[in-house]
């Protein structure tokens, strides 16, 4: 599975190194509570790039505004070139930005394939009804065989199906991140995937996210509490406190500042 | 200065009716507060306590102190107390829709009991609740300019007591807090140490008591008592809640008032004979609700809140259609042949031509319900107006028709005609979340009917506009047995539609909405684009049903066929049947017709079997005296209406959750294997793994 599709991706308008997403400027704040103070956060194509702080620091904010679930007061996004103030978060999905939940989002009733078709539909089918109407919308064989490559490639075929509802949390951070992967994005947000995993999960978490990072040349943006996680897979990490961007860099620099252990770490 | 006065004149004239509606939508956002209920059944409870106010002031000449005492206090405590016993106390942690769902089964069967009990005659001239002889002894100020009657006074001395006295409550006691507390999360409240059910019940006591003094204090501006018209005052007054943003109680004061007041205003300052006037001013209330809901931007985002416990609710059974064993499911579609092949043998063969008429108004009608199966199960929205889309169906069909086009082409483009409407409502209304989309519809349902209906150019006036027969290839369906085959076929034709749309594509992307709109969204579904395109098919099969349904009554008469009311009670039955099953919509339709009409030989039989045998005296004589044949469409609405209460524990339907049952038992007897259905209260099988940790297998 390519990452981009270049018959569905649209064509990258942005220079030839210039980042694929860059979100300049952030602000934003509930009720004269600032969450969000003039934030700058910017990753290359294929780069996983980290973003930490404590309880209440803006992290998920952040992630919200940059996937268009909430709009920010202050600041911009672009993403491959485009300029993504006002867009819908389905039409930033489109685009290839793709991303998790912090508080797990799965669809009941559906089974773990199920999610999968669905997410996989929607990247390329307009006019679902008329084929429902002409008894067309029966999974075809490139489908499924789609879904299947990212089953297997997540683990998650003995799981295929069975209804969402009846899966553990760490399976269904699986299931959320394989919904994520069907959508063949350029940019996958994580919000603290390891979130709610025992250690010997959050190990074949890391695996996978290594995995695709690798062969399917996806950026990432990985929002996490775990250290480990983080070290183990970012190069780069930013770090918020109450809303502001305290420090940035290659991630080992980054863990080693004083003020980042002071903010964070508590050491 | 002329101006001025007058609209001061006007104001003052205003103010009671904006009393009116003040009390309405203080009582109901105090209702919603305190419940976490958008109660529809409001006004069915103002209407029973006006009703035995009536009884006790008018019939039985009771002291008037006694009869507003017994008829607010003690019927409102003894109605809440009935009402959270039976049925609220189950639902305290039922979502939102379940709890509306309820609300409007209420609605549908409440005043249907009164009717019942107190008897069905007509009850005119109600009397106010002031103790003066004539309604309008009482003028204030004695100039006589600024004219206020006796219950006018009345209910704006209540209001303002009541206003003052809920604020009170709210901002100074811990009832009040407790009650807001209950809403947000009733198991929380208990592991606090609170008692959750007796907080919830003075919260119904006290709502029911306000609906109740409500009721009393607005039946002198009928005629004659009529639940309906108390309904229809309950929305106009859902403009004010609205306004209030369903929690505030002095701005729903203040959007009531000034409702009242605007109402006047217009009421003084249009010409009378204009458009305006006669169709603008009746309809105001309906349009502000529309225009606020349509107009504010908060509303957009508002979502319900969630129970912080609500995860210990177990996981929803799996559908008994996804669990069958395959074996069974091809058994149930036999039977289902059989059944409709038998049906439509017994009514070409068999049956007489009332029966057969009924049959055939109630496949009919079950092409219109397939739009709520469209609507509501497969898109998730409660459309209470999908009556108002068929009367469009059936008036556009008449229009086509009258100008000489075959009457099933006529049909066809009458469906489009709806499609267009419900394009143009749903791309102004489904962006709201669930409860105020409900509202904008119902408020498009009552502007239709205010506005639009009385044009003689809509619905031919007062003299329904006729509709033939169709003549299809020299096939001529004047007679009902014909006109049924017809009808059967355009209903498998749609219901066949409205199962490909369910089971395909659409329906996965609004499953998904269903289940998370986030996460939807994350993926690159639109979740309002989605629903509007079910929405505007519903409208289209509504529009096509509505046109049959004309042409099978051959006028498209809106009274008979497509009050707003009816939507109420439609959507009722489809839901309480399986709001995603199109044989629910099926059996719904017919039931409407045949259910009541069988409702009435049985109660009928006690009479004829007296008249026909004049010696039977004594105790059977009397007990079969008893029974009135008038019992049966009240009994029928009470029935139905009933029936919605088992949606907060059947959200799939009865149909559904006893298929279950059934197939449990089935699969036990003739299987030799367990059914992979979950009896009742059993958690479901294979859907939750033995052991979480043992599961963790993941990631290769």
């Given at each position: 599975?390519?990452?981009?599709?270049?018959?569905?991706?649209?064509?990258?308008?942005?220079?030839?190194?210039?980042?694929?997403?860059l979100?300049?400027?952030?602000?934003?704040?509930y009720?004269?509570?600032?969450a969000?103070?003039?934030?700058?956060?910017?990753?290359?194509?294929?780069?996983?790039?980290?973003l930490?702080?404590?309880?209440?620091?803006?992290?998920?904010?952040?992630?919200?505004?940059?996937s268009?679930?909430?709009?920010?007061?202050?600041?911009?996004?672009?993403?491959?070139?485009h300029?993504?103030?006002?867009?819908?978060?389905?039409?930033?999905?489109?685009?290839?930005?793709a991303?998790?939940?912090?508080?797990?989002?799965?669809?009941?009733?559906?089974?773990?394939?199920?999610?999968?078709?669905?997410?996989?539909?929607?990247?390329?089918h307009?006019?679902?009804?008329?084929?429902?109407?002409?008894?067309?919308?029966?999974?075809?064989?490139?489908?499924?065989?789609?879904?299947?490559?990212?089953?297997?490639?997540?683990?998650?075929?003995?799981?295929?199906?069975?209804?969402?509802?009846?899966?553990?949390?760490?399976?269904?951070?699986?299931?959320?991140?394989?919904?994520a992967?069907?959508?063949?994005?350029?940019?996958?947000?994580?919000?603290?995937?390891?979130?709610?995993?025992?250690?010997?999960?959050?190990?074949?978490?890391?695996?996978?996210?290594?995995?695709?990072?690798?062969?399917?040349?996806?950026?990432?943006?990985?929002?996490?509490?775990?250290?480990a996680?983080?070290?183990?897979?970012?190069?780069?990490?930013?770090?918020?406190?109450?809303?502001?961007?305290?420090?940035?860099?290659?991630?080992?620099?980054?863990?080693?500042?004083?003020r980042?252990?002071?903010?964070?770490?508590?050491? | 200065?002329?101006?001025?006065?007058?609209?001061?004149?006007?104001?003052?004239?205003?103010?009671?009716?904006?009393?009116?509606?003040?009390l309405?939508?203080?009582?109901?956002?105090?209702?919603?507060?305190?419940?976490?209920v958008?109660n529809?059944?409001?006004?069915?409870?103002?209407?029973?306590?006006?009703?035995?106010?009536?009884?006790?002031?008018?019939?039985?000449?009771?002291?008037?102190?006694?009869?507003?005492?017994?008829?607010?206090?003690?019927?409102?405590?003894?109605?809440?107390?009935?009402?959270?016993?039976?049925i609220?106390?189950h639902?305290?942690?039922?979502?939102?829709?379940?709890?509306?769902?309820?609300?409007?089964?209420?609605?549908?069967?409440?005043?249907?009991?009164?009717?019942?009990?107190?008897?069905?005659?007509?009850?005119?001239?109600?009397?106010?609740?002031?103790?003066?002889?004539?309604a309008?002894?009482?003028?204030?100020?004695?100039?006589?300019?600024?004219?206020?009657?006796?219950?006018?006074?009345?209910?704006?001395?209540?209001?303002?007591?009541?206003?003052?006295?809920?604020?009170v409550?709210?901002?100074?006691?811990?009832?009040?807090?407790?009650?807001?507390?209950?809403?947000?999360?009733?198991?929380?409240?208990?592991?606090?140490?609170?008692?959750?059910?007796?907080?919830?019940?003075?919260?119904?006591?006290l709502?029911?008591?306000?609906a109740?003094?409500?009721?009393?204090?607005?039946?002198?501006?009928?005629?004659?008592?009529?639940?309906?018209?108390?309904?229809?005052?309950?929305?106009?007054?859902?403009?004010?809640?609205?306004?209030?943003?369903?929690?505030?109680?002095?701005?729903?004061?203040?959007?009531?008032?000034?409702?009242?007041?605007?109402?006047?205003?217009?009421?003084?300052?249009?010409?009378?004979?204009?458009v305006?006037?006669?169709?603008?001013?009746?309809?105001?209330?309906?349009?502000?609700?529309?225009?606020?809901?349509?107009?504010?931007?908060?509303?957009?985002?508002?979502?319900?809140?969630?129970?912080?416990?609500?995860?210990?609710?177990?996981?929803?059974?799996?559908?008994?259609?996804?669990?069958?064993?395959?074996?069974?499911?091809?058994?149930?579609?036999?039977?289902?042949?059989?059944?409709?092949?038998?049906?439509?043998?017994?009514?070409?063969?068999?049956?007489?031509?009332?029966?057969?008429?009924?049959?055939?108004?109630?496949?009919?009608?079950a092409?219109?319900?397939?739009?709520?199966?469209?609507?509501?199960?497969?898109?998730?929205?409660?459309?209470?107006?999908?009556?108002?889309?068929?009367?469009?169906?059936?008036?556009?069909?008449?229009?086509?028709?009258?100008?000489?086009?075959?009457?099933?082409?006529?049909?066809?483009?009458?469906?489009?005609?709806?499609?267009?409407?419900?394009?143009?409502?749903?791309?102004?209304?489904?962006?709201?979340?669930?409860?105020?989309?409900?509202?904008?519809?119902?408020?498009?349902?009552?502007?239709?009917?205010?506005?639009?209906?009385?044009?003689?150019?809509?619905?031919?006036?007062?003299?329904?506009?006729?509709?033939?027969?169709?003549?299809?290839?020299?096939?001529?369906?004047?007679?009902?047995?014909?006109?049924?085959?017809?009808?059967?076929?355009?209903?498998?034709?749609?219901?066949?539609?409205?199962?490909?749309?369910?089971?395909?594509?659409?329906?996965?992307?609004?499953?998904?909405?269903?289940?998370?709109?986030?996460?939807?969204?994350?993926?690159?579904?639109?979740?309002?684009?989605?629903?509007?395109?079910?929405?505007?098919?519903?409208?289209?099969?509504?529009?096509?049903?509505?046109?049959?349904?004309?042409?099978?009554?051959?006028?498209?008469?809106?009274?008979q066929?497509?009050?707003?009311?009816?939507?109420?009670?439609?959507?009722?039955?489809?839901?309480?049947?399986?709001?995603?099953?199109?044989?629910?919509?099926?059996?719904?339709?017919?039931?409407?017709?045949?259910?009541?009409?069988?409702?009435?030989?049985?109660?009928?039989?006690?009479?004829?079997?007296?008249?026909?045998?004049?010696?039977?005296?004594?105790?059977?004589?009397?007990?079969?005296?008893?029974?009135?044949?008038?019992w049966?469409?009240?009994?029928?609405?009470?029935?139905f209406?009933?029936?919605a209460?088992?949606?907060?524990?059947?959200?799939?339907?009865?149909?559904?959750?006893?298929?279950?049952?059934?197939?449990?038992?089935?699969?036990?007897?003739?299987?030799?294997?367990?059914?992979?259905?979950?009896?009742?209260?059993?958690?479901?099988?294979?859907?939750?793994?033995?052991?979480?940790?043992?599961?963790?297998?993941?990631?290769?």
């Amino acid at each position: 599975m390519s990452v981009t599709d270049a018959a569905t991706a649209p064509p990258p308008s942005s220079s030839p190194g210039s980042p694929l997403l860059l979100a300049a400027g952030m602000g934003k704040s509930y009720q004269g509570i600032a969450a969000l103070t003039d934030v700058t956060v910017s990753v290359d194509a294929g780069e996983l790039v980290a973003l930490i702080g404590p309880n209440g620091a803006g992290k998920s904010t952040l992630f919200d505004c940059m996937s268009g679930v909430q709009t920010p007061d202050q600041g911009r996004v672009e993403f491959d070139g485009h300029d993504l103030h006002g867009m819908a978060p389905y039409r930033r999905a489109r685009l290839g930005l793709a991303r998790t939940f912090q508080r797990i989002e799965l669809f009941p009733g559906l089974t773990v394939r199920d999610h999968l078709l669905v997410a996989d539909r929607a990247q390329r089918h307009r006019g679902a009804m008329l084929r429902d109407l002409t008894l067309r919308s029966r999974p075809t064989a490139a489908e499924i065989e789609r879904c299947d490559t990212v089953l297997d490639l997540l683990g998650l075929m003995p799981d295929a199906e069975r209804p969402a509802e009846a899966l553990s949390l760490g399976r269904g951070r699986v299931v959320e991140l394989a919904r994520a992967l069907i959508c063949q994005p350029r940019l996958l947000f994580l919000d603290e995937p390891s979130s709610g995993l025992d250690s010997d999960e959050t190990d074949e978490m890391a695996d996978v996210l290594e995995t695709v990072q690798h062969d399917q040349d996806i950026a990432i943006v990985l929002c996490e509490h775990d250290v480990a996680l983080v070290e183990r897979l970012a190069s780069r990490t930013y770090v918020l406190d109450t809303g502001r961007l305290i420090a940035e860099g290659p991630t080992a620099e980054v863990m080693a500042s004083p003020r980042v252990r002071a903010a964070y770490l508590g050491a | 200065m002329n101006n001025l006065s007058s609209f001061a004149q006007y104001a003052v004239q205003g103010i009671p009716l904006g009393c009116v509606f003040a009390l309405l939508a203080v009582g109901l956002t105090l209702n919603y507060k305190t419940s976490g209920v958008f109660n529809l059944a409001f006004a069915a409870q103002a209407f029973a306590s006006a009703a035995v106010f009536y009884v006790l002031r008018k019939e039985h000449r009771w002291n008037l102190l006694l009869a507003a005492f017994v008829a607010v206090v003690v019927f409102g405590v003894a109605m809440a107390w009935i009402l959270d016993t039976l049925i609220y106390r189950h639902q305290r942690t039922a979502s939102p829709l379940a709890k509306l769902v309820t609300s409007l089964g209420l609605l549908v069967a409440l005043p249907q009991i009164v009717l019942l009990v107190i008897s069905t005659k007509s009850k005119l001239n109600p009397p106010p609740l002031w103790p003066v002889k004539r309604a309008d002894d009482f003028l204030w100020p004695s100039s006589g300019k600024y004219v206020l009657d006796a219950s006018q006074i009345a209910t704006l001395v209540a209001t303002a007591l009541v206003v003052i006295g809920l604020i009170v409550l709210f901002r100074r006691g811990s009832l009040g807090l407790q009650m807001r507390a209950v809403v947000e999360s009733p198991r929380l409240l208990q592991l606090q140490g609170v008692d959750a059910d007796r907080v919830s019940r003075w919260a119904w006591i006290l709502s029911s008591v306000l609906a109740s003094l409500a009721g009393v204090l607005i039946a002198p501006l009928f005629a004659q008592l009529n639940s309906l018209d108390f309904f229809t005052l309950l929305v106009a007054a859902i403009a004010a809640c609205v306004i209030g943003n369903l929690t505030s109680i002095p701005l729903a004061f203040l959007g009531g008032l000034g409702l009242g007041i605007l109402q006047a205003e217009l009421a003084g300052f249009l010409p009378t004979n204009s458009v305006l006037s006669t169709g603008l001013r009746p309809s105001l209330p309906f349009v502000v609700l529309f225009m606020v809901l349509f107009m504010r931007r908060s509303l957009r985002t508002r979502t319900a809140p969630a129970d912080p416990m609500g995860g210990v609710d177990p996981p929803p059974p799996a559908p008994a259609a996804d669990t069958r064993p395959q074996w069974m499911a091809h058994g149930t579609h036999v039977f289902g042949g059989v059944v409709i092949a038998v049906g439509l043998g017994l009514c070409m063969w068999v049956l007489d031509d009332y029966w057969v008429g009924l049959v055939t108004a109630g496949v009919c009608l079950a092409i219109v319900l397939l739009s709520i199966t469209l609507t509501t199960g497969v898109g998730g929205t409660i459309s209470l107006c999908q009556a108002s889309f068929a009367a469009v169906g059936a008036f556009a069909t008449a229009k086509f028709a009258s100008g000489g086009m075959s009457v099933i082409v006529a049909i066809v483009l009458a469906a489009l005609v709806a499609a267009l409407v419900g394009l143009l409502l749903g791309a102004a209304i489904l962006h709201l979340p669930g409860i105020y989309a409900a509202l904008a519809t119902l408020a498009f349902a009552l502007m239709f009917q205010a506005v639009l209906v009385p044009l003689d150019w809509v619905s031919g006036g007062s003299v329904p506009i006729t509709v033939p027969r169709p003549l299809i290839g020299g096939i001529d369906f004047a007679s009902d047995r014909s006109f049924l085959l017809l009808a059967c076929a355009c209903l498998a034709v749609m219901g066949l539609a409205v199962i490909a749309i369910r089971d395909g594509t659409t329906g996965r992307f609004l499953d998904a909405v269903r289940g998370s709109s986030t996460a939807a969204r994350s993926i690159g579904i639109n979740p309002d684009r989605q629903r509007l395109v079910v929405f505007v098919a519903g409208a289209a099969v509504a529009g096509f049903g509505g046109g049959l349904v004309a042409s099978y009554a051959e006028a498209a008469n809106y009274d008979q066929s497509f009050t707003f009311f009816f939507s109420l009670v439609w959507v009722v039955l489809v839901i309480t049947a399986g709001a995603r099953l199109v044989q629910a919509a099926i059996i719904s339709g017919v039931t409407f017709f045949v259910f009541p009409a069988l409702l009435d030989k049985l109660f009928s039989w006690p009479g004829n079997y007296l008249a026909s045998n004049p010696s039977t005296t004594g105790a059977l004589n009397s007990f079969l005296s008893f029974f009135n044949p008038t019992w049966a469409q009240g009994v029928a609405f009470i029935l139905f209406g009933f029936g919605a209460l088992t949606y907060a524990k059947h959200p799939e339907g009865i149909i559904e959750a006893q298929g279950a049952v059934v197939s449990a038992r089935i699969a036990r007897r003739f299987g030799g294997r367990r059914s992979p259905t979950a009896a009742p209260g059993e958690p479901p099988p294979d859907t939750r793994p033995p052991d979480v940790a043992a599961s963790i297998d993941v990631v290769a």
